[in-house]
């Protein structure tokens, strides 16, 4: 961004601020909400729209070079992150008495032309893969080289799901084998059988990776077809052409290949197994009853090299004690990781992640503020992460979730922050999985009270749930909820606040041109953060834990760490 332009924009805040300043009281009014202490209150009504401005105005400069994790533009971010928790008197709560929690990744790029995979029938010729327009994979192991020749089972959807009742694996062992397998999850219109139109986390292609690793599969083939996966061959392969980290020893992910094949190389993949139409197949393994996984005359020869680079990013972790012990603490997150620099993009090549997630990022910082600076403490602690490597895959929210600040069982609430468009004061919320929580009256009536109605998700089929840092810790059992604003705000009708949502999508989501704007209005971006302190204050107050409604996806997770 140009420096005159920066002073302009600088100026344009303080006009803004001095405005709202003027008007807080009238135009702020946190609303009475029974068990809401009246000190409480005022910390929530402290949460100021030119503070969230500039945080996110900061966190994408173009100075912090898209806070790529492990670069200089993401620990930059970090200890931006950090220094202001230290200013708002928000106690550390990372590693070592610091803010700072370590997580240790491994990024794995696979190079293309040293890299060959063949299909090797039990008679006749082989066949080689070309790499990128038939095949993409990546080793999840981080080791430089890998080297085999081994079975392929064809096992359907790749979903072992009791309480469906349903096991794509039944009679087969994948163990030192390639795992052949369907994109998306059994198609069905009956809510009790994989949630009819709504996507479980059986649909996603990472739990098909974590299933098979599980078994200990050498590999994954994850058919590709583009109606089942919802976007096209060139998505995997571009998603693929660049390098992807993961935990470093994570014991889910422990595939020499982690691979996609594309539509047709599955067909010739199935004729040369003697299993006939592939589309006819698909078909068949979505019919409960009617697949049996088969291992085919077929093995996958493959030599696989890596470039593997190992680093550190941090999570940073404040915390704000309450009047009693940590054992119903409230976590609030938001991941501060963008895409960083692309050198291969001519022009602006920097990802400055302005709404995805600086936005999150103002918000959080501004409810560790009211938190900190409070009259009075809530009843238990509250903690607040703001998270690495998200956009690699929700990876330092899995860290935290596998080393949280105090025990999973002891944490009530998880509320997550991303990507929340600060075009103006949203009427509706879209808060993914608080419908499947015991808290959820609460979270109604605060709801109502704050002028916000609660829209059921507008795209289930997109699995929503899946995808931001509250998956990390709700699959550990932590009730989590995402706050999202729906499309309604002041002053417009829905089919403006679809137009601005759209808009954005279509010209800046993950590209460099999400960028701060100085007409962007916060005031929305408060009211979210405003909404969702009251949540998490009155979550901390609750006289007994939060769980998952009976027969969530969840519940046995938060069973099992209650059970410690
Ligand atoms: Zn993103």
């Given at each position: ?45 402290s949460i100021d729209p030119e503070k969230i401005r500039a945080h996110v105005r900061f966190l994408s400069l173009d100075l912090l070079e898209g806070r790529g994790p492990g670069a200089r533009g993401g620990e930059l971010a970090a200890e931006y992150i950090a220094t202001q928790f230290a200013l708002d008197g928000v106690e550390p709560a990372g590693d070592n008495g610091t803010y700072f929690q370590y997580v240790p990744l491994v ?352 795209n289930p089929r997109a699995g929503h749930a899946y995808r931001s840092d509250h998956f990390s810790l709700a699959r550990t059992g932590i009730p989590a909820v995402s706050i999202g604003q729906g499309s309604l705000f002041e002053g417009h009708d829905e089919a403006w606040g679809k137009q601005q949502a759209q808009d954005y999508v279509k010209n800046h989501y993950h590209q460099p041109s999400d960028e701060y704007r100085a007409d ?45």
């Amino acid at each position: 961004m140009h420096h005159k332009l920066i002073f302009a924009v600088v100026t344009a805040g303080i006009v803004a601020a001095t405005f709202v300043h003027a008007q807080l009281p009238a135009a702020n009014p946190i609303p009475e909400i029974a068990g809401l202490p009246s000190g409480a209150r005022a910390a929530a009504a402290s949460i100021d729209p030119e503070k969230i401005r500039a945080h996110v105005r900061f966190l994408s400069l173009d100075l912090l070079e898209g806070r790529g994790p492990g670069a200089r533009g993401g620990e930059l971010a970090a200890e931006y992150i950090a220094t202001q928790f230290a200013l708002d008197g928000v106690e550390p709560a990372g590693d070592n008495g610091t803010y700072f929690q370590y997580v240790p990744l491994v990024a794995v790029h696979t190079i293309e032309d040293k890299t060959k995979f063949s299909l090797v029938p039990a008679t006749g010729q082989p066949v080689d893969l070309a790499y990128g327009t038939e095949i993409v994979s990546k080793d999840q192991t981080g080791q430089a080289t890998a080297d085999f020749d081994v079975p392929i089972v064809f096992v359907g959807y790749g979903i072992d799901a009791p309480e469906y009742n349903w096991n794509d694996y039944a009679g087969v062992d994948v163990k030192g084998k390639i795992a052949l397998m369907i994109v998306n999850q059994p198609p069905s219109e009956d809510v009790k059988f994989f949630k009819g139109n709504a996507l479980t986390y059986y649909g996603r292609w990472t739990y098909k990776y974590e299933e098979a690793a599980r078994r200990g599969a050498v590999g994954v083939l994850l058919i590709h077809r583009t109606d089942l996966a919802a976007y096209g061959w060139e998505v995997v392969r571009n998603s693929q052409a660049v390098e992807k980290s993961y935990l470093q020893n994570d014991p889910s992910a422990t595939l020499r290949a982690a691979a996609w094949i594309q539509h047709d190389v599955a067909q010739k993949l199935l004729t040369l197994g003697g299993l006939g139409d592939l589309d006819n197949a698909i078909d068949q393994a979505g019919k409960p009853g009617a697949f049996h996984a088969v291992e085919l005359p077929v093995r996958l020869r493959a030599h696989i090299e890596s470039r593997v680079r190992r680093y550190v990013s941090d999570n940073v972790v404040g915390r704000v004690p309450g009047v009693s012990a940590d054992n119903q603490a409230v976590l609030y997150t938001a991941h501060y990781d963008h895409l960083g620099i692309d050198p291969n993009v001519k022009g602006d090549n920097i990802y400055n992640g302005a709404a995805d997630n600086g936005t999150g990022c103002g918000i959080l910082l501004e409810l560790a503020r009211a938190y900190a600076q409070s009259s009075v403490r809530p009843p238990h602690a509250v903690y607040f992460a703001s998270v690495t490597a998200e956009e690699q895959g929700l990876l330092g929210s899995q860290y935290l979730g596998l080393h949280p600040p105090v025990p999973t069982a002891q944490m009530a609430l998880d509320l997550n922050y991303d990507m929340l468009l600060p075009v103006g004061i949203p009427r509706s919320a879209s808060l993914g999985n608080a419908d499947r929580i015991d808290f959820w009256p609460t979270v109604q009536r605060v709801a109502k009270a704050f002028d916000l109605a609660l829209l059921p998700d507008p795209n289930p089929r997109a699995g929503h749930a899946y995808r931001s840092d509250h998956f990390s810790l709700a699959r550990t059992g932590i009730p989590a909820v995402s706050i999202g604003q729906g499309s309604l705000f002041e002053g417009h009708d829905e089919a403006w606040g679809k137009q601005q949502a759209q808009d954005y999508v279509k010209n800046h989501y993950h590209q460099p041109s999400d960028e701060y704007r100085a007409d962007w209005d916060f005031r929305g971006n408060a009211k979210m953060a405003r909404f969702g302190f009251v949540l998490g204050w009155l979550a901390s107050e609750q006289p007994k834990s939060i769980e998952w409604l009976p027969g969530d996806e969840f519940e046995a997770a938060r069973k099992a760490s209650h059970a410690q």
